[in-house]
């Protein structure tokens, strides 16, 4: 019998697992499902943290493998404040209220975090690019702070690139190629038994 890794990722969000779709594509001998479920997030500035206790949580819910992301916005001239908190500073100050506050330099980096998780291994793969916040939003609602971040070499926001673009340079393509090699090894190592 042929080995078959089932792994569920757990989001509300359908925009994170429209991206993740397209960097995980296909790998033989794993599945990977949608899991929409809410899962708590504890506040810290350590996004690798983060993720991998949303991955803990996850996991107690599903009692399968899971995959859960995590991102961040650290903005430099606030000391790489909001970080994993972003979330939370958009919804409390708003993005644009983030744009005017961000200082002359505007320098900022954004992070992505992706764990998986089967009840005994924990393994977490980082993507960070490095970039500026925008005067103002501009592009269309994908997330809400890729319509204030460009990153580094660009002239548009992550929300005013199409998918792909976004795709082949993101902080969430770096992370989840990452773990892309890692369910391959799982997959290749299994079915060699």
Same mark, same amino acid.
């Given at each position: 019998?042929?080995?078959?890794?089932?792994?569920?990722?757990?989001?509300?969000?359908?925009?994170?697992?429209?991206?993740?779709?397209?960097?995980?594509?296909?790998?033989?001998?794993?599945?990977?499902?949608?899991?929409?479920?809410?899962?708590?997030?504890?506040?810290?500035?350590?996004?690798?943290?983060?993720? &991998?206790?949303?991955?803990?949580?996850?996991?107690?819910?599903?009692?399968?493998?899971?995959?859960? &992301?995590? +991102?961040?916005?650290?903005?430099?001239?606030?000391?790489?404040?909001?970080?994993?908190?972003?979330?939370?500073?958009?919804?409390?100050?708003?993005?644009?209220?983030?744009?005017?506050?961000?200082?002359?330099?505007?320098?900022?980096?954004?992070?992505?975090?992706?764990?998986?998780?089967?009840?005994?291994?924990?393994? +977490?793969?980082?993507?960070?690019?490095?970039?500026?916040?925008?005067?103002?939003?501009?592009?269309?609602?994908?997330?809400?702070?890729?319509?204030?971040?460009?990153?580094?070499?660009?002239?548009?926001?992550?929300?005013?690139? +199409?998918? &792909?673009?976004?795709?082949?340079?993101?902080?969430?393509?770096?992370?989840?190629?990452?773990?892309?090699?890692?369910? &391959?090894?799982?997959?290749?190592?299994?079915?060699?038994?």
């Amino acid at each position: 019998m042929k080995f078959m890794l089932q792994v569920y990722f757990a989001t509300t969000n359908r925009n994170k697992l429209e991206e993740a779709k397209r960097v995980l594509g296909f790998i033989p001998g794993v599945k990977i499902d949608w899991k929409s479920i809410d899962v708590p997030e504890i506040q810290s500035l350590d996004g690798r943290k983060v993720v &991998e206790e949303k991955a803990k949580a996850a996991f107690a819910k599903v009692k399968k493998p899971v995959i859960v &992301e995590d +991102t961040s916005l650290s903005i430099m001239s606030w000391n790489g404040f909001p970080g994993p908190l972003i979330a939370w500073a958009v919804k409390t100050m708003g993005i644009d209220k983030i744009c005017r506050l961000s200082g002359p330099k505007r320098t900022a980096k954004a992070e992505a975090c992706v764990t998986y998780y089967d009840g005994k291994k924990l393994k +977490t793969f980082c993507g960070s690019i490095n970039g500026r916040i925008a005067i103002r939003p501009r592009g269309s609602r994908r997330f809400d702070w890729d319509r204030i971040f460009i990153p580094e070499g660009h002239g548009k926001t992550f929300a005013e690139m +199409t998918l &792909e673009e976004k795709n082949r340079i993101s902080h969430r393509m770096k992370a989840f190629a990452g773990m892309r090699k890692y369910l &391959e090894e799982i997959s290749v190592q299994k079915s060699l038994f």
